[in-house]
């Protein structure tokens, strides 16, 4: 398997908080798109005076073709996290005042089902990656990927209501 | 590893007054999708202080000349005490923000970024000797183009925001300083 891993990009945040909300529409951005979406880790710490600590982490992945595919990997860090009460339109509604660190990385993973397994199909696969594929890969798959990750972090943006959510880049792929 | 050359070192741009942050982000990503750079945003920290918001960006867009080299700019943004305020434009009340805005550029030209040209010594010699002999014209050209790129971006922003300056009188709010921005 061959993997081409992107740049990491990262929003931090601090402030309150729908994380609810924020942990459904990620999670049906994914599904909408027909990822298939697994939450590999979920960490609660015992809370401190300053609040909780959790650490989330999520793996999506999607088939493209027989030979590629695209995985986001999403890690949430909540620190200080205390439950509060707002009042939004004369009502009250629970949210979540922290302070969120997310990370989103992203990779294309070549040859991903590993059937290449003799010296002729690694040397014929060799032959793929570096000449035939290299322009796929390099202008199709991996800038896809880059731009699908930036949609998923210009929505995150949107819901917490951050002030660059500017995306002219939205109508490239 | 890629050859960096450092183009642009610590250029800053200083301000202080009425400016709108999404316009000013929109303005920036927009020049950077026009000039064929890609995206590349890689801190983006935004909180609520007593005094106003404090935002943090870190853009890094680059774009690739040849399959040999490429351009990047970084571009560090920090705004602090960012306040809603409400301006007078052409007769309508208009909500802007209010703030000070720093921001810090960087570029670099980068060579051999797929680093092919490094795998052996042999191969290592030769990429050092045409980029020392042979690439230079080529070299010193696409430094000149990246230098331009920059300084027309620093002028897009320093126009865009003392159009803010200028045009608008704030109604309501925190009182504008009286200083002049630092540029």
Redesign the interface.
């Known amino acids: 398997m061959r993997l081409e891993k992107l740049p990491v990009s990262r929003i931090r945040y601090a402030g309150i908080v729908d994380f609810d909300g924020l942990y459904r529409m990620m999670h049906q951005w994914f599904l909408d798109r027909s990822y298939y979406l697994e939450e590999q880790s979920w960490k609660y710490k015992i809370p401190t005076p300053l609040g909780k600590h959790m650490e989330i982490e999520w793996d999506a992945w999607k088939k493209v073709t027989e030979y590629a595919l695209y995985r986001i990997h999403v890690y949430f860090y909540l620190m200080d996290v205390k439950e509060i009460e707002v009042v939004r339109d004369g009502k009250k509604e629970k949210r979540l005042k922290l302070k969120m660190n997310l990370e989103i990385s992203s990779q294309v993973e070549m040859e991903y089902q590993n059937r290449v397994t003799t010296p002729l199909q690694k040397v014929l696969d060799d032959v793929l990656y570096k000449t035939l594929l290299r322009r796929d890969m390099d202008i199709f798959w991996t800038d896809h990927l880059w731009y699908i990750v930036f949609k998923l972090h210009t929505e995150i943006k949107k819901f917490l209501g951050m002030e660059t959510t500017a995306d002219p880049y939205r109508a490239v792929w | 590893m890629a050859e960096r050359t450092l183009v642009v070192d610590h250029m800053r741009l200083m301000y202080e007054g009425l400016f709108d942050?999404?316009?000013l982000?929109?303005m920036i990503?927009?020049w950077f999708?026009e000039k064929g750079y890609?995206?590349?945003?890689?801190?983006?920290?935004?909180?609520?202080t007593p005094t106003g918001?404090y935002?943090e960006?870190v853009l890094e867009p680059w774009k690739k000349i040849t399959d040999y080299a490429k351009f990047v700019v970084k571009i560090r943004m920090v705004?602090e005490d960012?306040k809603k305020v409400d301006i007078e434009r052409e007769g309508l009340k208009v909500t802007v923000?209010q703030g000070k805005v720093s921001m810090i550029f960087d570029a670099w030209f980068e060579t051999d970024y797929e680093n092919r040209w490094e795998s052996k010594p042999e191969f290592f010699f030769i990429r050092t000797m045409f980029d020392r002999f042979i690439f230079v014209p080529y070299t010193e050209r696409f430094k000149a183009r990246l230098l331009e790129d920059v300084n027309q971006l620093y002028g897009n922003i320093k126009g865009f925001l003392n159009l803010y300056r200028y045009e608008s009188e704030a109604v309501s709010g925190p009182p504008t300083p009286t200083q002049f921005p630092k540029f």
């Open positions: 942050v999404e316009e982000y929109a990503q927009e999708r890609d995206k590349r945003e890689d801190k983006n920290y935004e909180t609520v918001k935002v960006l705004m960012v923000n």
